[in-house]
């Protein structure tokens, strides 16, 4: 291979190279649909706590170390909710949420995502706290606890037990609705940009 | 013909192309790792220039302002931009290259972990730099990067919830963010350590022409085709079409497009394939080359293997048993110390077989001693009738390859790598007759066993340990060094070095006759075309 022929060989493949590499760094991608509106479900609720105990068998209790034998055993929990999300009388969605962490006693937190085309929608959302027969004596029971720590404080900042929402929306290309908890007002609310 | 696996040949085919185009010594796929480190530091100067103008508070507008700094600040972030393509690119070569040659296992291993830690480090800062833009393309990369954290049980609060819109999004995120970004390049430079501590003076930096050619390349596209601004993030607006650094976001379409279990499952299954390397890929135990031994009876204590082996496996210990040895013994006149080998260390690359002048030491069946036996059973086929030239050649290099008995009519001795060959091997092949030794070996940069050719090449020319012998004509023994992929120049080399030893004896049979030269004098090397 001729001086020449290296020179500009080596030189047209590094620049070849070099243009590749700035093409790749930059080139276009659609991330989600081409035009697309988005309705965004984000909110956090605390959610209603409830206790649940029983007793324990004798059994159970022989199997403990003396110091810890009580006779009742308790667990926290808060009470999950029911989402239903209907977009232009279509069911989206129909799903238990439960509260986070591994025992299930950390706030709630919805987190949705529903592509629309751009232009007129309906959007209707239940989300309703679902509890088991058999809690409320348990609730009750924490009625009471709550009554001991601030009733007045935990009054205003209580959930309702049902949170609903529908409306019509407008939404533009690429536009995002974001349907979120108003705490001050105890409701969903719609917030765009 | 010896088999190779197909990736192999292509990367002998690659190799040889960009040897042609820019000769051994500046191919840049020989110095993918030194490159690295080389943009590793471009990154850093230029980084730090970037950070005195960006704003936590202000983190889109800050990089507006540097981008509008048409004289410096906007060819800076694009050479910090493109440096860090450029990296990945190059951590990809290397990554790849020393997986094809095989060389991810055994002792390597830590080199090779170490080496995959950094690779993601470099993403990670590659990520958050994206994020600390906070266009759409950085938006986009937090909001995966979120969506995949969330689905770990340890965060109280998901962390997507982050960019949902609700509320702003707080200082303290841009602020971890910015310090993961700056903070990462310092383990960077410790794993850097790490990866390199397994071997003797490691090469950090490619040839200073490379380097710095190579940085020039990056600052010209960063001046003639400057990156600009995508808009910034909106989180009340999908992404829709935008701009992404495909190094750095090359897995986004996959991942957005699968549940997010599933891209855990696919990239821990990857990642896993890629740390377990050094187990899939070594070979069969039986095929494993056994590591280096010392024959402390032969061993003088010298320390040359010491000095010369790649891969730091060999120290220098007491002599068993010397300490309470009768001053009048045997042991009791020999070396304080002899060498030891640490087989956990060793590749068993060969190295010091051609360090050791007693040939004391050296993988079973690589000594010097074993390499002397194969040579005579070499000289043995040549029944009496001695070749004007013969080859050694590395069997990695274009030398020995192809796994021929000859190349263009002369006899090859192979040789497990050059800087195994021990250069009484070369004087024995001329005393057996050979007109002249031609030694192929690889190019320095791509021995596989990193030091072969240099060391070779000082005991061949500059009197290192273990060297050819003053009494040796040099002009009857040639180093070159040639890649698998270009056996033509072994060829060349090889008809060059043929026509002046032709030379050499026509002049030495002319000299023994003894005629006055009243014509012309003979040919000399420098005259052959
Ligand atoms: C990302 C940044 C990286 C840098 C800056 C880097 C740099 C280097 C350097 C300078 C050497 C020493 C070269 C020598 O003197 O022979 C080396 C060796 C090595 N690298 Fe890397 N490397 C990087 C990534 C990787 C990756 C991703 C892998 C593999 C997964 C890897 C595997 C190895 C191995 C196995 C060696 C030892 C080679 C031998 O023992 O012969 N490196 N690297
Ligand atoms: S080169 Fe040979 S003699 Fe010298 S220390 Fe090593 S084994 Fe011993
Ligand atoms: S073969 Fe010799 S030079 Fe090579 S790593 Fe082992 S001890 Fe070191």
Same mark, same amino acid.
């Given at each position: 291979?001729?001086?020449?022929?290296?020179?500009?060989?080596?030189?047209?493949? %590094?620049?070849?190279?070099?243009?590749?590499?700035?093409?790749?760094?930059?080139?276009?991608?659609?991330?989600?649909?081409?035009?697309? %509106?988005?309705?965004?479900?984000?909110?956090?609720?605390?959610?209603?706590?409830?206790?649940?105990?029983?007793?324990?068998?004798?059994?159970?209790?022989?199997?403990? #170390?003396?110091?810890?034998?009580?006779?009742?055993?308790?667990?926290?929990?808060?009470?999950?909710?029911?989402?239903?999300?209907?977009?232009?009388?279509?069911?989206?969605?129909?799903?238990?949420?439960?509260?986070?962490?591994?025992?299930?006693?950390?706030?709630?937190?919805?987190?949705?995502?529903?592509?629309?085309?751009?232009?007129?929608?309906?959007?209707?959302?239940?989300?309703?706290?679902?509890? %088991? #027969?058999?809690?409320?004596?348990?609730?009750?029971?924490?009625?009471?606890?709550?009554?001991?720590?601030?009733?007045?404080?935990?009054?205003?900042?209580?959930?309702?037990?049902?949170?609903?929402?529908?409306?019509?929306?407008?939404?533009?290309?690429?536009?995002?609705?974001?349907?979120?908890?108003?705490?001050?007002?105890?409701?969903?609310?719609?917030?765009?940009? | 013909?010896?088999?190779?696996?197909?990736?192999?040949?292509?990367?002998?085919?690659?190799?040889?192309?960009?040897?042609?185009?820019?000769?051994?010594?500046?191919?840049?796929?020989?110095?993918?790792?030194?490159?690295?480190?080389?943009?590793?530091?471009?990154?850093?100067?230029?980084?730090?220039?970037?950070?005195?103008?960006?704003?936590?508070?202000?983190?889109?507008?800050?990089?507006?302002?540097?981008?509008?700094?048409?004289?410096?600040?906007?060819?800076?972030?694009?050479?910090?931009?493109?440096?860090?393509?450029?990296?990945?690119?190059?951590?990809?070569?290397?990554?790849?290259?020393?997986?094809?040659?095989?060389?991810?296992?055994?002792?390597?291993?830590?080199?090779?972990?170490?080496?995959?830690?950094?690779?993601?480090?470099?993403?990670?800062?590659?990520?958050?730099?994206? !994020?600390?833009?906070?266009?759409?393309?950085?938006?986009?990369?937090?909001?995966?990067?979120?969506?995949?954290?969330?689905?770990?049980?340890?965060?109280?609060?998901?962390?997507?919830?982050?960019?949902?819109?609700?509320?702003?999004?707080?200082?303290?995120?841009?602020?971890?963010?910015?310090?993961?970004? !700056?903070?990462?390049?310092?383990?960077?430079?410790?794993?850097?350590?790490?990866?390199?501590?397994?071997?003797?003076?490691?090469?950090?930096?490619?040839?200073?022409?490379?380097?710095?050619?190579?940085?020039?390349?990056?600052?010209?596209?960063?001046?003639?085709?400057?990156?600009?601004?995508?808009?910034?993030?909106?989180?009340?607006?999908?992404?829709?079409?935008?701009?992404?650094?495909?190094?750095?976001?090359?897995?986004?379409?996959?991942?957005?497009?699968?549940?997010?279990?599933?891209?855990?499952?696919?990239?821990?299954?990857?990642?896993?394939?890629?740390?377990?390397?050094?187990?899939?890929?070594?070979?069969?135990?039986?095929?494993?080359?056994?590591?280096?031994?010392?024959?402390?009876?032969?061993?003088?204590?010298?320390?040359?293997?010491?000095?010369?082996?790649?891969?730091?496996?060999?120290?220098?210990?007491?002599?068993?048993?010397?300490?309470?040895?009768?001053?009048?013994?045997?042991?009791?006149?020999?070396?304080?110390?002899?060498?030891?080998?640490?087989?956990?260390?060793?590749?068993?690359?060969?190295?010091?077989?051609?360090?050791?002048?007693?040939?004391?030491?050296?993988?079973?069946?690589?000594?010097?001693?074993?390499?002397?036996?194969?040579?005579?059973?070499?000289?043995?086929?040549?029944?009496?009738?001695?070749?004007?030239?013969?080859?050694?050649?590395?069997?990695?290099?274009?030398?020995?390859?192809?796994?021929?008995?000859?190349?263009?009519?002369?006899? !090859?001795?192979?040789?497990?790598?050059?800087?195994?060959?021990?250069?009484?091997?070369?004087?024995?092949?001329?005393?057996?007759?050979?007109?002249?030794?031609?030694?192929?070996?690889?190019?320095?940069?791509?021995?596989?066993?990193?030091?072969?050719?240099?060391?070779?090449?000082?005991?061949?020319?500059?009197?290192?340990?273990?060297?050819?012998?003053?009494?040796?004509?040099?002009?009857?023994?040639?180093?070159?060094?040639?890649?698998?992929?270009?056996?033509?120049?072994?060829?060349?080399?090889?008809?060059?070095?043929?026509?002046?030893?032709?030379?050499?004896?026509?002049?030495?049979?002319?000299?023994?006759?003894?005629?006055?030269?009243?014509?012309?004098?003979?040919?000399?090397?420098?005259?052959?075309?």
């Amino acid at each position: 291979m001729t001086r020449s022929v290296r020179v500009v060989g080596g030189g047209m493949l %590094a620049l070849c190279g070099l243009v590749a590499l700035g093409w790749l760094s930059r080139l276009p991608y659609t991330t989600q649909r081409d035009s697309g %509106a988005l309705v965004r479900l984000a909110w956090r609720t605390r959610g209603e706590r409830v206790r649940e105990c029983r007793h324990r068998t004798p059994e159970e209790l022989a199997k403990l #170390p003396p110091h810890m034998r009580e006779d009742d055993v308790c667990e926290g929990r808060v009470l999950p909710y029911r989402l239903v999300v209907k977009l232009d009388d279509t069911l989206e969605a129909d799903a238990m949420v439960r509260a986070s962490g591994a025992r299930e006693d950390r706030p709630i937190y919805v987190y949705h995502e529903f592509p629309l085309a751009p232009g007129t929608h309906r959007v209707s959302i239940d989300f309703e706290r679902q509890g %088991a #027969p058999g809690e409320v004596e348990n609730e009750e029971r924490a009625e009471h606890e709550r009554e001991e720590t601030g009733r007045a404080e935990r009054a205003r900042r209580a959930e309702p037990g049902r949170l609903q929402l529908d409306t019509t929306l407008v939404l533009s290309d690429r536009e995002i609705a974001l349907v979120t908890y108003n705490a001050d007002e105890r409701r969903l609310v719609i917030r765009e940009k | 013909m010896t088999s190779r696996s197909p990736t192999r040949r292509v990367l002998t085919h690659l190799d040889a192309w960009m040897n042609r185009l820019y000769g051994w010594r500046w191919n840049p796929l020989y110095q993918s790792g030194t490159l690295v480190v080389a943009l590793l530091a471009v990154l850093l100067v230029t980084g730090i220039y970037l950070l005195l103008f960006y704003r936590l508070g202000l983190p889109y507008a800050s990089v507006v302002r540097i981008t509008d700094q048409v004289w410096v600040g906007r060819w800076i972030r694009g050479l910090h931009r493109f440096a860090s393509d450029a990296a990945v690119v190059a951590a990809a070569i290397h990554a790849l290259r020393l997986l094809i040659q095989k060389r991810s296992w055994g002792p390597r291993t830590l080199a090779w972990v170490a080496g995959l830690i950094l690779l993601f480090l470099i993403f990670v800062c590659g990520w958050t730099g994206y !994020v600390m833009v906070w266009d759409i393309q950085g938006e986009v990369l937090a909001r995966e990067g979120a969506r995949l954290l969330d689905a770990i049980p340890i965060f109280s609060e998901p962390i997507s919830r982050t960019f949902v819109g609700e509320r702003p999004i707080p200082g303290a995120f841009f602020f971890l963010n910015l310090f993961v970004h !700056v903070a990462l390049p310092i383990g960077l430079g410790v794993l850097l350590w790490i990866h390199v501590s397994r071997v003797a003076r490691p090469a950090l930096l490619p040839p200073r022409g490379l380097m710095w050619g190579a940085i020039g390349l990056l600052f010209l596209i960063s001046v003639v085709w400057p990156i600009g601004m995508s808009p910034p993030a909106d989180l009340f607006r999908t992404p829709g079409r935008a701009e992404f650094d495909w190094f750095y976001a090359f897995w986004l379409p996959v991942v957005k497009a699968v549940p997010v279990w599933a891209a855990w499952a696919g990239g821990g299954a990857v990642s896993l394939a890629l740390l377990l390397t050094p187990i899939w890929s070594r070979p069969r135990a039986t095929a494993r080359p056994a590591p280096s031994f010392v024959d402390a009876q032969l061993c003088t204590g010298c320390e040359q293997c010491y000095q010369d082996c790649p891969y730091e496996a060999i120290s220098m210990i007491a002599r068993p048993g010397r300490a309470g040895a009768a001053p009048e013994s045997d042991l009791a006149a020999k070396s304080e110390f002899v060498a030891h080998v640490d087989p956990s260390l060793c590749v068993s690359c060969g190295i010091c077989a051609g360090s050791c002048a007693p040939m004391g030491v050296g993988p079973p069946g690589r000594t010097g001693r074993d390499q002397l036996s194969g040579a005579r059973a070499f000289a043995a086929e040549w029944n009496g009738k001695a070749p004007a030239v013969v080859i050694a050649g590395c069997t990695r290099s274009a030398g020995a390859a192809h796994g021929r008995p000859m190349f263009d009519g002369v006899p !090859v001795l192979p040789v497990n790598c050059a800087g195994n060959l021990h250069t009484s091997v070369i004087e024995y092949l001329l005393r057996s007759g050979a007109g002249g030794v031609l030694v192929v070996s690889c190019p320095p940069r791509d021995c596989w066993n990193r030091e072969g050719p240099k060391w070779l090449e000082q005991r061949m020319h500059h009197d290192r340990e273990a060297e050819l012998q003053e009494r040796v004509d040099r002009r009857r023994v040639r180093l070159v060094h040639v890649a698998e992929g270009q056996p033509e120049l072994v060829a060349s080399a090889l008809a060059q070095f043929r026509s002046e030893i032709e030379a050499l004896e026509r002049a030495a049979a002319e000299a023994a006759i003894d005629v006055m030269h009243e014509c012309e004098p003979p040919v000399t090397a420098e005259e052959v075309p």
